[in-house]
């Protein structure tokens, strides 16, 4: 992919040879990634992968902590390295940290192991170390030993090219099963009587969610670090309730405080590491804020957001 241009360059290859001459031939020129599973076909969708060889998750240094760039990349590395299973393979994007659980075997897609229960293992592992959504088995990872190149909106940020490393490369390996405890299924439960929930749908923002957490960024920035939205962002703050809920609701308090227009307040909340990011549903979200504007408007008179 190269930065600033839309789209992307797709090859297939059946050697890893073939695969490094054309990484060599692309780095420095492009961002280069490989496919997460591999491919029966030549196309880049889920419908092409028919066996896999790993779990993966993929945490950013800008989302963990926006206001200190070593405070975050020194928490990425002690959850990593703290946690109950140590990854196969750690690479350091330049602006993150990539993680491979590699299995023993490769597993092919099945009745018992369809494609959604191995994306719900890496949804598990992204909810567990508060790492992006990157769970799908389509997904592609930057290859280490590759530069990445920073787009615009990047290097608006501060960014600059650097190298993707290979940290280190000789985890165990796992059978998929070892991760069953972790897995997040978010198919609807059809257990008991329990009525369904009902789906609430929200307010379309009027920017592409890239653009409304760029924006934030930049807020967070101007707010600076002793700022109660900062530092709820970052996670640093004593909550009473330090449940992942708990997190959402003291985020969108301090966002409707700030006068954040309730529009873009759903797509802050999918990007807060503390809270259940990716995973909150629109309901939860309506409710979440519905009680903190009540909150807000009890302590502050009828102060409130669009």
């Known amino acids: 992919m190269v930065p600033d241009r839309r789209g992307a360059h797709q090859s297939f290859f059946r050697s890893t040879a073939e695969t490094?001459?054309?990484?060599?031939?692309?780095?420095?020129?492009?961002?280069?990634?490989?496919?997460?599973?591999?491919?029966?076909?030549?196309?880049?969708?889920?419908?092409?992968?028919?066996?896999?060889?790993?779990?993966?998750?993929?945490?950013?240094?800008?989302?963990?902590?926006?206001?200190d760039r070593q405070r975050a990349e020194t928490l990425a590395h002690d959850r990593m390295t703290s946690f109950s299973r140590r990854p196969t393979i750690l690479v350091h994007t330049g602006n993150g940290l990539q993680d491979w659980w590699l299995y023993t075997e490769p597993v092919p897609i099945s009745e018992a192991w369809p494609a959604e229960r191995f994306e719900a293992i890496n949804?598990?592992?992204?909810?567990?170390?508060?790492?992006?959504?990157?769970?799908?088995l389509a997904r592609v990872l930057r290859v280490p030993g590759t530069l990445n190149l920073p787009d615009a909106k990047k290097r608006a940020r501060g960014c600059v090219?650097?190298?993707?490393?290979?940290?280190?490369?000789?985890?165990?390996?796992?059978?998929?099963?070892?991760?069953?405890?972790l897995a997040v299924d978010v198919a609807p439960s059809t257990k008991g009587s329990v009525a369904p929930?009902?789906?609430?749908?929200?307010?379309?923002?009027?920017?592409?969610?890239?653009?409304?957490?760029?924006a934030f960024q930049r807020l967070l920035?101007?707010?600076?670090?002793?700022?109660?939205?900062?530092?709820?962002?970052?996670?640093?703050?004593?909550?009473?309730?330090?449940?992942?809920?708990?997190?959402?609701?003291?985020?969108?308090n301090e966002l409707i405080r700030t006068g954040?227009?309730?529009?873009f307040i759903p797509t802050i909340v999918r990007g807060f590491r503390m809270g259940r990011g990716v995973f909150a549903r629109d309901d939860y979200i309506e409710r979440t804020m519905a009680k903190a504007r009540a909150w807000v408007r009890g302590r502050h008179g009828t102060r409130d957001t669009a």
């Open 20 to 67: 490094a001459l054309a990484t060599k031939r692309w780095n420095g020129v492009a961002n280069v990634y490989v496919g997460a599973s591999p491919r029966t076909a030549r196309s880049g969708a889920r419908s092409a992968v028919a066996n896999v060889t790993a779990a993966w998750a993929d945490l950013d240094f800008h989302q963990l902590d926006p206001c």
């Open 123 to 136: 949804r598990g592992l992204a909810q567990a170390l508060g790492g992006d959504a990157v769970h799908d």
């Open 161 to 181: 090219p650097v190298m993707a490393k290979l940290l280190w490369a000789d985890g165990p390996t796992y059978r998929p099963s070892d991760f069953d405890d």
């Open 197 to 214: 929930r009902v789906r609430v749908q929200l307010v379309q923002p009027s920017q592409p969610d890239a653009e409304i957490l760029d």
């Open 221 to 252: 920035e101007r707010l600076g670090p002793s700022h109660p939205l900062c530092r709820t962002w970052r996670g640093d703050r004593h909550i009473k309730d330090t449940s992942r809920s708990g997190w959402d609701w003291s985020l969108v």
């Open 260 to 263: 954040i227009r309730g529009e």
